[in-house]
């Protein structure tokens, strides 16, 4: 994770200082150089990154088609697996509803939503039945897929509980990305991680709870790094986190198709509109 973080910025600073450079030449200003070169630094960034996820969308669409037609997965490559998830052992309640799951996700914050007070994750060791055999999933997988608990089926004494008797750890800048990359490097598909984030009061009133959880039982198709020797999908000997979905791998592969294409087109539009000013811009400036 943090390899895959630093390229990203690497590659941000190098486009900004190329398109810094050649505004320098024209304008010999500072400021409007900057600026330049920060805008047109972020968006060519964007077109690279777009054109990065067409690379690893097809990578997934590749992997998502073997585990459609049954076929084995193959060690260290990226592949798909789908089918019921289950426990190893104990299953997980959920801290805000009570829910049995594998896995659930967690966020205190004011109704506004302009800031979060707690956060947290967890995930028990825990395998998808599949045709091929049981594919145990190891290290985090976000639930950005699965829907919210809706906020009536929150059961606010429940989660007040929670929280007093959890040990939080304090979520700050310098930790962020360590927190993040323990739950990449996890190998034996145990998580758990509670973070209070600046002093969150232990009070539930005027607070939204936005919990998400994977039931016991429910058809999922994940997408990640596959170890034969461990069977399972093992994020920490990729760069990013496995990818878990609510649904079967047909509709994952439509929705992959579409989201890659989409993030391109976008990160086009925007390059194209900036360089509809520049280029103009740089050929009419003064030499």
Not at 11 to 30: I, N, Q, S
Request: with cysteine; glycine share 10%; hydrophobic share 45%.
């Amino acid at each position: 994770m943090k390899k895959s973080c630093g390229m990203t910025v690497a590659v941000w600073l190098v486009l900004t200082g190329l398109y810094g450079a050649v505004a320098w030449t024209k304008t010999r200003e500072a400021f409007p150089a900057a600026v330049i070169g920060i805008l047109g630094g972020t968006f060519a960034a964007m077109l690279a990154g777009g054109a990065w996820g067409l690379v690893t969308g097809g990578e997934d669409r590749a992997a998502l088609k073997r585990a459609i037609a049954g076929e084995p997965r193959r060690d260290g490559h990226r592949e798909a697996a789908t089918g019921r998830v289950r426990a190893l052992g104990a299953a997980l309640e959920s801290p805000f509803t009570g829910r049995a799951c594998v896995a659930y996700e967690y966020d205190v914050k004011s109704f506004d939503e302009k800031r979060s007070d707690f956060t947290g994750v967890a995930l028990v060791p825990c395998v998808v039945d599949t045709a091929q055999g049981p594919a145990q999933i190891m290290g985090w997988s976000m639930l950005d897929e699965f829907p919210k608990a809706l906020q009536e089926d929150v059961d606010r004494v429940r989660g007040l509980g929670y929280l007093r008797n959890t040990n939080f750890e304090t979520l700050g800048f310098t930790n962020a990305l360590s927190y993040v990359s323990s739950l990449v490097a996890d190998q034996d598909g145990a998580i758990r991680r509670d973070m209070r984030i600046d002093h969150g009061t232990l009070d539930l009133e005027g607070r939204r709870i936005d919990e998400k959880v994977v039931p016991v039982g429910s058809t999922v198709t994940v997408i990640g790094i596959w170890s034969e020797a461990k069977r399972g999908f093992a994020p920490g000997l990729g760069a990013s986190l496995n990818q878990l979905f609510p649904v079967s791998p047909v509709s994952v592969l439509t929705d992959v198709r579409t989201k890659a294409w989409k993030t391109f087109g976008i990160a086009v539009f925007f390059f194209v509109v900036l360089h509809a000013f520049l280029v103009p811009m740089y050929l009419l400036a003064p030499h």
